[in-house]
């Protein structure tokens, strides 16, 4: 995860990579959710009344609806904070600075012959980016359920989503 605009320089202050293991979570829209609310609670937000994620899927995916629903509990925990603006670009069409990171990693990825234990990429990562554990640094709350409760589903929605 990326904090701040295009034209700022990619460093640790600014590059958070959320890791686990698959045997620790499963790859779902909870750790993504969880992930952008604890990136926006963590950061420095003096001066900021407008914040602008961009998201990297289609609007229509349930992920995304997960991530909107956490993203409108956030707002309502923080007045200071006018609006969040959800951005999902057209897919192919977009060069986000966090493909740059993955670049980066791959890169450093491909140079190792074989890799014993998880801890050897998240080393490499932390060349490069802060490392932000889920379960110890992020906690993983259950945003599916919550959000289900008060949004309805993509699949319920009158208006059509187009990629």
């Known amino acids: 995860m990326v904090e701040g605009t295009s034209k700022n320089p990619l460093t640790k202050n600014n590059v958070f990579a959320y890791v686990c293991t698959e045997n620790e979570y499963n790859k779902v829209s909870n750790l993504i959710a969880s992930a952008v ?3 926006l609670t963590a950061t420095e937000k003096t001066d900021i009344t407008h914040i602008r994620l961009i998201a990297d899927g289609c609007g229509g995916q ?3 609806c997960i991530v909107l629903g956490t993203c409108s509990k956030w707002l309502l925990e923080n007045p200071c904070i006018h609006s969040i ?3 999902f670009p057209v897919t192919g069409h977009y060069f986000m600075p966090a493909d740059q990171q993955f670049g980066v990693i791959e890169r450093k990825l ?3 012959e074989v890799i014993l234990h ?3 990429i998240t080393e490499i990562i932390r060349e490069t980016s802060s490392i932000v554990k889920f379960g110890s640094d992020c906690i993983v709350s259950d945003w599916r359920d919550k959000v289900r409760k008060v949004l309805k589903q ?3 929605c009158s208006v059509q989503f187009k990629e």
Do not use: G
């Open 37 to 39: 609310y604890h990136r």
């Open 62 to 64: 349930n992920k995304n």
């Open 85 to 87: 603006e959800l951005i």
């Open 110 to 112: 491909k140079n190792k």
């Open 118 to 120: 998880p801890n050897e």
């Open 154 to 156: 993509t699949t319920s």
